[in-house]
Each structure stands twice: as structure tokens, then as C-alpha cells.
């Protein structure tokens, strides 16, 4: 349970959850969600944000948070309350979803293995449908978007073959179907 | 129909628009358009006080004591940092107030200027809402807003920080409207069916209980004569946390007391064995639960609160309702006329049976004395004395605040003002020059320690500009009580830094501040001279010198059940009382 005043009497498992968080675009806003995570002591694995409807100045933000059910809850309560909040979406809990996202990944060639590993590099970003978008003689720089499980495994991949940085955007998601939020 | 003004007379306009007779507040560099606005006008009174946390909890006091929304005036930098304990103590106890803070102007944010900070970023984590306002165009809008998100829903603070230039910028000013806000549509009547379900889980009750807070009072006077209907109709106990003291009548048969850590037994045990719980806008403080595993292990629980994020964060329940407090019980009280319930008179003469049983224990008793004043007594006397004569009362907070809320009984909704959930020092005495300012003809007493009043001591000085008739009375006990209690229970008696050393003489003190001083040390005496406090036209420090090392029971102990209380006559160790882990708590 949440309260220091008392023992957990029964464990309850941790969810990974995406809520996706349609607010005013507003000074302030995202200091205003990121914040009410940190100031709760709730996760943030993922978080992205842009307008997604200038005329009515309409932002939507995608978090990705891990908690047990109660914990999940509460998230939703403490965001819906905050005053620039339109509407928070549950995105896993309300069905079939797709996540995607996107990474940039800097990878570099140096020593005996050089070629082998520039092929190795070229082939994996083929079967993972990952773009070179930069070359260099001794180093790619890869765009892939994909669920986050795909970038995980791409980037461990790479890992082996001389990687050097990445920058991911976190994750983006959309409920499958016809229908809107 | 809009008018061409300055952004600082919008601000003004505003509040006379918004019913707004008094703000309180402080002047300063980047608020002196504004100054100047409040000079040229008669319809809102400023009130000069000596402390921007002052301005807050006496806003807190007016809101409180009035259900209006409470309004502060202060500048940038440290007129906005010094507001921010008054703003987290009105978040933490629902209070609705509106603090319009002065910035530098808008092309000098962010450049380390004169008396700048980042208050919206400060204040975010202590408002409801905040706002920037950094075109002239949106203030009209940001001001109208401000009270609508204040007062609706789960009340709170919200600030409103206009950079000089703005307040100098000319705009089109417009009146409030009833246009719905863009976002922020609280839920205010409950679901119907939910609501059948709680009746008819009452109705089949054997140990029900009422456990009503703050929520009460915040719903307004309907709310209250509401719950009076809805616990005589049913016959139910009922008990209430510190901040819902008033909302049901305290001479009532009834009326079980306060539960919490300070609570009656008989409220503590009540809530520990019922088999149905109704929590009325009270949201599970851990002052009230103790120890969460152990918390009213046979009940179904009923809560109902306008703030969904309450539902469920602390105690599960089995039956929310989210709504207004009034709206919900009104709808309880038809509910039950149309059912017309056959009582069960059997188990409600085992219930009330248990109940008069732990109310036998007197939970609340204290050894008298002839040479010296008990604290439980003074305040015991000071109730008597003041009963019936238009009393509202303000704490401090620590041993004094428990001892009032145990000793003095309130007949009415908004006539006790106290911090709760920050446990503020320094609340009480500016929070008493609010109440005193709504209400210039009540007898307003702000039960205080010796240490606590010394936090906003400044404010008698506004009490006496002012000529507000405040009684300062001062349970004196040479020790921060609460904190000394604690060392006992949890450090060995090594009472470390608790000890109130090279204390004022209040009495003379009193006098400073053009106020009338009155020492009484002597039992005897206490009558004669808190009459005296009393008829004094003039604000008064009373210095009531009592017991110091006089303990605050009964109590349940950090990391303990509602039924492992400690009673005032518990004879053992009482450093042996609470286990490691226990002492761990706050």
C-alpha cells in the first residue's frame, strides 16, 4: 500500500501502462504533468509531447508509467484534476493499441573488423527496416521507428558492432480502428 | 459592453465585479500600479499586513470563516516566496484563495532582475492552478477563471503573476460570464445508482458510523443542515476529523466526538468495529487511520468526495461516490424518506450499547489541580465562558490545537479555523485577524502555544491598525508541547531543542502592539480574568501559564490501530510505548 503506516498486506504486480493526456498547449503545461509525476513519486519511463491541433491549442502528451492497479488510478485522478487537463486515455487498458517510436543510432567502425562490421551493421538495418542516414568511411548513422521492443533489440544489436550514442523520442500511440479519442 | 483600462485596474475591477470586499496584502516594487488602483477607489479594502504569510492564512481565515473565496496582494520575489507556506496550507486543507503576486516586467524575465523569481514554477506544486499572465489581452479571462477554479470542485489557492508591464498595458476589460471553462468541469452530483446502493447498505447497517471532514464545511451551510437531517433521520453515530469540527452539532447525543490520533475512544473504537463506514468529504488523513492494515478491518466503506484522485489513494473502499458533499447527502436524505427503513432496533441498542461503553472510559479526562492550570481545564473554561456569545475560534498548531479541538464544542459549520493538513505554526493569530475582519462583531479567540504565536507575532500589529478585537490566548507551557511529547514518547525524554528558552514577556509584549496583557497562573483566577479578556474592547494576548510537561491523550501511536490508544490514565513507561518501527513515523 502507499502509506508508511502500514505493511503491504498483499503484493499487487506492476503494470507498464500508456496514457495518452490531451491538455491545453499552455506555458507550463508539461512542467505541470511531469511534475505531478515527480512530486508523487510515480515512473516516467517514456514521454513525448507536441501540438497536435494548433487552432484549438491542443497538445497531446504520451506516457509510458509503470505501477501496480491502485497506483495506475491514482495517476489518472491526480492528471484529470490538474486544471489545463482535457481528457487522460488509458491507451492499454482501452483496448488494442499501437506504439511506435523513433531512435536515431550513431554506430562506428574501427580496427581489423572494420568491413565486416560495416556489412553486419547495413544488414541488421535491413531486416529491421532501419534507414542509414548519415555515412561516413567509419560510422552510420541509423533511423529506425518501431515498437519499443524493436529499438531495444536493434540498439542491442548494434551494441556489438560499435555503437556510439542514440537518441530516442520515447513512444508515440494510437488506439486501433476507426475511432478517435 | 467592455471598457478600456489598465491591466492593474482590471485587477481591481475584477475583485469588485467578483463581490470582493477586502484583500489582504503587502505593497512592494512590482505591485505598486496595483497599489496605486486600490488608492483610487473605496469598494475593496486592503488590509496592511506585516507579513505576506500573514496576508495568506488571514485570507485563509476570512475564506474559511465566510465560504467566500479569500484574496492576497503581494510583490515579486520575496512577497511571492513568502506567500508559499499560507498557499501549500490552504492546498492541503481545501482553502479557496486567490494570491495575485506582482512580477518584474515581461522583458526582464528570466534575467536574474531585482526581486525576481520563477513563482509560477515555485508555486506549481503548492496551487490548484497557477497562471503567468504576460499579455494584457488574457487577464480579463486569467482573473474570472481564477475564482471559478478556486471555489469549484475541491476548493484550493490559485496564484496570478502579472509582470509590471502588464499592469501598466491598456486592455479591454470584460465581466465575468457564465461561459463553462475550456477543461475544468468538476463532477458535483453523484451517480444516482451508486448513491441507492449506499443507502441501502446503510439501511441494512448493524454498527454504522458517520466519519465526516473539511468537505462538509466546503460544500457550505446547505451541506451541513443537510448531514444533521440525513444522522437524526438514521440514528447513526457520528465523528469527524479536525477540519469538519462544526458541521454537526457537538451538544448533539449523537455526536461521538473527534476520531484521529487525538480522538475520543469512543470515535476510534466506533470507527475500528463498525460493519458500514460513511465517509463524508473526509479523504483518510494518516492522522486519522493510524496504522493502514489494521484500519476498520469489518467495514464496508462508503466515501464520497468531489476530488476522484481521494477515491481509493489511501483506503480502498467499496462504494465511491464522486460529488458535492450537499448535493450527495440531500439526495441520501430523500433517498431514506422515500425507503422509509424499518429500524433495527435491536442492533441499534447493541451498537449505541458498545458505543456508551468506551464512552464510559472518558477518554478525554485529566487529573485537576488546585495550584496549577491544566491545560484541558483552561481551555475547558475558556469554552464555558465564551458558549453562546457569537465565538469563532483559530489555532496554532501542536498540543494547544488538540486540546481545543477535544475541549471547545462547535454548534455550527465555519466557526473554527485551524491548520490541518500542513500543521502550519504561525496559522493561528493572522488566521484570527481574517476571521475578525468578515466578522467585526464576533468574539474571534485564537487558542495559540507559546511558541507557535511567536511565528506571526508581527500580525497583532495589523490586529491593532486595524482595531480588530482578536483575543490571543496562550496555553503556556515553556515547551513546543507537541514536540516535547513526542521526545518522551519516541527519544528518551531527551528533550532536545524543545525547550522554549528566552521567552517575551507576553504581557508587556501585548502592550507593544497597543493591546491589552493578561497573566493568570493561578486556577482560581481563570474565570475572572478570561471574563475580562473577553470584555476587553481591544484585541488581548492572554498568558494562561500552565502545566509543562502535561502529556496530549488520548492518542494512538504512531504505527498503532484505532483500538490500541493510549488513555489518559495509562500508568506505564511511556517511552516504551511505540517500537522501532513506529518511531520511524511522523
Not at chain 2, 258 to 268: K, R, V
Request: hydrophobic share 40%; net charge negative; aromatic share 8%.
Amino acid at each position: 500500500m502507499l502509506s508508511p503506516y502500514s505493511d503491504p498486506t498483499f503484493r499487487q504486480t506492476n503494470e507498464r501502462r500508456t496514457l495518452a493526456i490531451v491538455v491545453d498547449n499552455e506555458p507550463g503545461v508539461l512542467a505541470r504533468i511531469a511534475g505531478m509525476f515527480s512530486g508523487r513519486g510515480y515512473n516516467i519511463e517514456s514521454l513525448t509531447v507536441s501540438e497536435t491541433e494548433h487552432e484549438k491549442h491542443v497538445s497531446r502528451i504520451t506516457v509510458v508509467t509503470r505501477g501496480t492497479a491502485q497506483i495506475i488510478d491514482q495517476i489518472k485522478a491526480q492528471l484529470n484534476r490538474l486544471v489545463p487537463v482535457h481528457r487522460v486515455v488509458d491507451l492499454t487498458l482501452s483496448g488494442a493499441n499501437i506504439e511506435r517510436e523513433l531512435a536515431l543510432v550513431k554506430v562506428r567502425q574501427d580496427g581489423p573488423d572494420r568491413s565486416e562490421h560495416r556489412m553486419e551493421a547495413l544488414r541488421l538495418a535491413t531486416a529491421f527496416g532501419a534507414k542509414p542516414i548519415d555515412a561516413t568511411l567509419n560510422s552510420f548513422i541509423f533511423e529506425i521507428a518501431g515498437a519499443a521492443d524493436d529499438v531495444d533489440r536493434f540498439i542491442a544489436l548494434m551494441a556489438n558492432i560499435g555503437l556510439v550514442e542514440v537518441a530516442r523520442t520515447g513512444a508515440a500511440a494510437i488506439s486501433r480502428g476507426a475511432d478517435g479519442l | 459592453m467592455s471598457e478600456t483600462m489598465t491591466g492593474a485596474e482590471m485587477i481591481i475591477r475584477a475583485l469588485q465585479d467578483q463581490g470582493v470586499e477586502h484583500i489582504f496584502g503587502y505593497p512592494g516594487g512590482a505591485v505598486l500600479p496595483i497599489y496605486d488602483a486600490i488608492f483610487q477607489q473605496d469598494k475593496v479594502k486592503h488590509i496592511l499586513v506585516r507579513h505576506e504569510q500573514g496576508a495568506v492564512h488571514a485570507a485563509e481565515g476570512y475564506a474559511r470563516s465566510t465560504g467566500k473565496v479569500g484574496c492576497v496582494l503581494v510583490t515579486s520575489g520575496p512577497g511571492a516566496t513568502n506567500a508559499v507556506t499560507g498557499l501549500t496550507d490552504a492546498l492541503l486543507d481545501s482553502i479557496p484563495v486567490i494570491v495575485f503576486t506582482g512580477q518584474v516586467p515581461t522583458y526582464l524575465i528570466g534575467s536574474d532582475a531585482f526581486q525576481e523569481c520563477d513563482t509560477v514554477g515555485i508555486t506549481r506544486h503548492c496551487t490548484k492552478h497557477n497562471y503567468l499572465v504576460k499579455r494584457i489581452e488574457d487577464l480579463p479571462r486569467v482573473l474570472h477563471e481564477a475564482f471559478y477554479v478556486a471555489a469549484n470542485g475541491r476548493p484550493g489557492p490559485v496564484v496570478i503573476d502579472v509582470p509590471k508591464d502588464v499592469q501598466f498595458a491598456k486592455g479591454k476589460y470584460s465581466r465575468p460570464t457564465n461561459a463553462e471553462h475550456k477543461t475544468y468541469h468538476p463532477k458535483v452530483d453523484g451517480d444516482l445508482a451508486q448513491i441507492e446502493r449506499a443507502v441501502d447498505l446503510m439501511m441494512k447497517a448493524k454498527r454504522p458510523i458517520f466519519y465526516t471532514g473539511g468537505g462538509v464545511i466546503n460544500a457550505g451551510p446547505a451541506a451541513s443542515a443537510a448531514l444533521r437531517e440525513l444522522v437524526r433521520m438514521t440514528g447513526f453515530p457520528i465523528t469527524s476529523t479536525l477540519m469538519g469540527l462544526g458541521a454537526y452539532p457537538a451538544s448533539d447525543p449523537q455526536w461521538l466526538g473527534m476520531l484521529g490520533m487525538h480522538g475520543t475512544y469512543e470515535a476510534n473504537m466506533a470507527m475500528h468495529d463498525c460493519d458500514v463506514m460513511i465517509n463524508i468529504g473526509a479523504r483518510f488523513d494518516d492522522r486519522i487511520t493510524g496504522r493502514i492494515d489494521a484500519f476498520s478491518p469489518k467495514s464496508k466503506k462508503i466515501h464520497v468526495d468531489i476530488d476522484p484522485s481521494s477515491i481509493n489513494k489511501i483506503v480502498k473502499v467499496d462504494l465511491p461516490i464522486i460529488g458535492d458533499a450537499g448535493r450527495v447527502l440531500s439526495e441520501m436524505v430523500r433517498l431514506w424518506k422515500e425507503k422509509k427503513p424499518k429500524a433495527d432496533a435491536e442492533a441499534s441498542k447493541a451498537w449505541w450499547g458498545q458505543i456508551s461503553a468506551w464512552r464510559a472510559r472518558n477518554s478525554l479526562a485529566y487529573k485537576c489541580s488546585e495550584t496549577e492550570i491544566k491545560p484541558q481545564y483552561a481551555i475547558e473554561r475558556l469554552y464555558a465562558l465564551t458558549k453562546g456569545k457569537n465565538a469563532y475560534f483559530t489555532t496554532e498548531v501542536g498540543q494547544h490545537q488538540m486540546w481545543a479541538a477535544q475541549f471547545l464544542h462547535f454548534e455550527e459549520p465555519n466557526r473554527w479555523m485551524t491548520s490541518g493538513g500542513l500543521g502550519t505554526m504561525g496559522y493561528g493569530l493572522p488566521a484570527a485577524v481574517g476571521v475578525q475582519q468578515a466578522h467585526p462583531d464576533a468574539l474571534v479567540v485564537c487558542v495559540a502555544g507559546e511558541a507557535s504565536v511567536l511565528m506571526n507575532m508581527q500580525e497583532m500589529s495589523t490586529a491593532a491598525q486595524y482595531k480588530l478585537p482578536i483575543k490571543v490566548f496562550i496555553l503556556n507551557n515553556e515547551y513546543m508541547g507537541m514536540v516535547r511529547q513526542w521526545q518522551e514518547l519516541l527519544h528518551g525524554g531527551r528533550y532536545s531543542n524543545s525547550y522554549s528558552e528566552a521567552l517575551p514577556d507576553f504581557v508587556k509584549l501585548a502592550e507593544a502592539y497597543h493591546a491589552k496583557g493578561i497573566r493568570c497562573s493561578d486556577p482560581k483566577e481563570l474565570d475572572a480574568k478570561i471574563q475580562e479578556m473577553i470584555d476587553y474592547d481591544g484585541p488581548v494576548i492572554f498568558d494562561c501559564l500552565v502545566t509543562k510537561e502535561e502529556n496530549c491523550f488520548p492518542m494512538i501511536p504512531s504505527g498503532k490501530a484505532h483500538n490500541e490508544m493510549i488513555l489518559p490514565d495509562f500508568s506505564g513507561d511511556t517511552g516504551e510505548i511505540i517500537d522501532a518501527k513506529g518511531k520511524q513515523l511522523v
